[in-house]
């Protein structure tokens, strides 16, 4: 099995070489897996393009496997930033984003160094199911049925009298029984198998073992008719809250495609903009916890634009919708709208905006017309080329004398335990009113 690392937007070169690290056949079986994937597209092309001598990923991180080669995507901020750094990046963010609680001081024990990120997500998934498995396999009273010769539970009289009416030595029975093969035990025995036939690293295929011989007395479930909808997740079985949430991930039930079907792969990739949106919605819902303001995230939505009936001369239909990534309300009404960008921003020296882009400016001054907010904020991921200490706030623009504010600042994504009170401190910046000291420190945008 060939493993091959590289980051979003670049270029995997092709060698003509059998025998190369990735060839065109091999090279075909990735471009396969890719468009098998549902996030792939129709053609894949969302995920990797086939440009003959070499195949370009796109805005997609994660892992995609086939049988003869393996490829990593890595997210790309910082040129600076070795495969090792980046992944952990990622895993930092998955951990965020998807509530998997990948603690700083449990991840540093990683060999993030010789392991993808598939191999991290396995651990990650052997540790919490083990220390679950502590205080025993989840076992519930399940209904069965059964003909026996002495009564348990109560007596079936219509199967009694009518299909062992002729057989008076057996009583139909219905009783309750302790079983473990229950919807919890058999969405995490899916998740042990299907990762049981991914896992390259030793110990994880070691792992992986033990825990398919402990999961025996469970009856196995094809991936696509697991008991989801049967689940129960309760103060009972708190243990197992976090297995479920990985294994929903691993699985792909939900929130990835991860089986390539017939083309005898596996994709487990995330789009990065959508991937950054959520770690930094997740972190925003943090930081204003307890605090007297509401967040949504993707929602409220509205439209830009009314439709209006030439022959009435009134608005029947609205058009152009719109979505912001997050909203936060104080008293129902919109105080704070924030919009996410996976982009690397330039240093001031560089160029006096940072780089941003005309369109997003565009895109938060229609917020601010449709939801009537007159704070805005655009948050992108910080990387050291900014050269600056303050990892959050990067400028402030004001247009005109008006009372609105666009904000553009950094988030920081090495997962420290102060980013979210300085988020905090960000926040509530922008939701309140600002002293005069603060407001001659804006920098005016003038039209041209």
């Known amino acids: ?86 992944r952990t990046r990622l895993v930092e963010m998955l951990s965020v984003a998807f509530d998997l609680s990948i603690d700083a001081e449990r991840f540093a024990g990683m060999n993030v160094q010789h392991e993808t990120l598939l191999e991290i997500l396995i651990r990650r998934f052997c540790d919490l199911t083990f220390a679950a498995l502590q205080r025993g396999l989840p076992r519930r009273y399940v209904q069965q049925a059964d003909d026996l010769r002495a009564l348990r539970g109560r007596l079936d009289v219509t199967r009694q009298f009518t299909l062992l009416a002729a057989n ?32 390259r690293a030793p110990d994880n295929e070691r792992r992986l073992s033990e825990l398919l011989f402990a999961y025996g007395q469970v009856n196995s479930t094809p991936n696509g008719r697991l008991p989801w909808d049967d689940l129960v997740l309760d103060r009972t079985n708190r243990a197992w809250h976090m297995v479920v949430k990985l294994a929903e991930l691993l699985l792909g039930d939900r929130f990835q495609a991860a089986d390539a079907g017939q083309h005898h792969g596996f ?37 830009l634009l009314d439709v209006l009936d ?3 001369r009134t608005a029947k239909t609205r058009s152009f919708m719109t979505q912001p990534d997050i909203v936060v309300l104080r008293d129902g009404l919109p105080v704070l709208i924030a919009d996410t960008k996976w982009k690397r921003l330039s240093a001031a020296t560089e160029d006096a905006q940072h780089d941003i882009k005309e369109a997003d400016v565009h895109q938060m001054l229609a917020y601010a017309h449709v939801y009537d907010v007159s704070r805005l904020l655009l948050l992108y991921p910080h990387h050291p080329g900014l050269q600056s200490e303050n990892e959050l706030l990067v400028s402030r623009y004001v247009r005109g004398t008006a009372d609105r504010r666009l904000y553009a600042a950094t988030v920081s994504l090495d997962g420290r335990a102060d980013v979210t009170q300085r988020l905090v401190q960000l926040l509530l910046t922008c939701c309140i009113s600002r002293d005069a000291a603060e407001q001659s420190q804006d920098i005016a945008l003038v039209a041209p």
């Open 1 to 86: 099995m060939t493993l091959l690392t590289t980051n979003e937007w670049s270029d995997v070169p092709l060698s003509p070489w059998v025998e190369s690290p990735l060839d065109r056949n091999k090279a075909e079986q990735l471009l396969r897996v890719a468009k098998a994937s549902e996030l792939g597209g129709r053609d894949g092309a969302r995920i990797l393009v086939d440009n003959h001598r070499k195949i370009r990923t796109q805005g997609m991180v994660g892992v995609i496997a086939s049988p003869a080669v393996t490829l990593e995507i890595l997210p790309k901020i910082d040129e600076s930033e070795g495969d090792a750094v980046a």
């Open 310 to 312: 030439e022959s009435e």
């Open 168 to 199: 008076p030595s057996k009583l139909a029975c219905r009783f309750d029984a302790l079983s473990a093969d229950i919807p919890l035990n058999r969405i995490v025995k899916a998740a042990v198998s299907r990762l049981r036939a991914l896992a």
């Open 267 to 303: 994709a487990l990739v995330f789009d990065m903009g959508k991937l950054f949106e959520r770690y930094v919605g997740k972190l925003i819902l943090r930081a204003l916890r307890g605090q007297d303001v509401r967040v949504c995230l993707q929602r409220p939505r509205d439209h």
